[in-house]
């Protein structure tokens, strides 16, 4: 699995601008806000689901944004939503609860994941996620976080979430 050293050398090869700063670990929205201070840009909700089909998705959303399982599966198209088991997240992210975030799809090498990106969230211009550890944050600009995705393998589909 990559780390995050790995995936800040392909960003640097996509010619993708990125900021970092470290953190005590969080693991909770309310945790990233009591230690992000006064960083720009939307910050996000990082759901790792699975369908009964067994399809997975990463969905990424505002980080207030509450998510209607019953309501996501309609929008997305996808049977009955759950929460994936940290061990799929690990096997196929590479990453542990708290740590999920768009950048983990640099794991998914077999693009198993579909990912759901918010519309609201992409209308940003800055971005925050974790680059694949929960003590760290990175900054990206929206449209550079599209080429990442794109860059990973997976094509992404932005949905109205609300």
Same mark, same amino acid.
């Given at each position: 699995?990559? @780390?995050?050293?790995d995936? !800040?050398?392909?960003?640097?090869?996509?010619?993708?601008? /990125?900021? @970092?700063?470290?953190?005590?670990?969080?693991? /909770?929205? &309310?945790e &990233?806000?009591?230690?992000?201070?006064?960083?720009?840009? !939307?910050?996000?909700?990082?759901? !790792?689901?699975?369908?009964?089909k067994?399809? *997975?998705? *990463?969905?990424?959303? #505002?980080?207030?944004r509450?998510?209607?399982?019953?309501? *996501?599966? +309609? /929008? #997305?198209?996808?049977?009955?939503?759950?929460?994936? +088991?940290?061990?799929l997240?690990?096997?196929?992210?590479?990453?542990?609860?708290?740590?999920v975030?768009?950048? &983990?799809?640099?794991?998914?090498?077999?693009?198993?994941?579909?990912? #759901?990106?918010?519309?609201?969230?992409?209308?940003? %211009?800055?971005?925050?996620f974790?680059?694949? #550890?929960? @003590?760290? @944050? /990175?900054?990206?600009k929206?449209?550079?976080?599209?080429? !990442?995705? %794109?860059?990973?393998?997976? =094509?992404?589909?932005?949905?109205?979430? =609300?």
């Amino acid at each position: 699995m990559k @780390t995050d050293n790995d995936l !800040f050398k392909l960003l640097d090869n996509l010619q993708i601008i /990125t900021s @970092t700063v470290e953190h005590v670990p969080v693991y /909770t929205v &309310a945790e &990233a806000q009591a230690v992000r201070g006064d960083c720009s840009g !939307f910050y996000s909700k990082n759901l !790792f689901l699975k369908d009964k089909k067994n399809q *997975l998705y *990463l969905v990424v959303c #505002i980080e207030d944004r509450l998510i209607d399982l019953k309501k *996501l599966k +309609k /929008t #997305i198209g996808s049977s009955h939503l759950s929460f994936a +088991k940290p061990f799929l997240l690990k096997e196929v992210l590479g990453v542990h609860p708290g740590s999920v975030s768009p950048f &983990a799809l640099i794991n998914d090498i077999n693009q198993l994941v579909k990912v #759901i990106l918010e519309d609201e969230l992409m209308n940003s %211009d800055i971005l925050n996620f974790h680059p694949l #550890i929960n @003590t760290k @944050t /990175t900054q990206i600009k929206s449209l550079d976080l599209l080429r !990442f995705v %794109d860059a990973c393998g997976h =094509q992404p589909y932005i949905k109205d979430l =609300q």
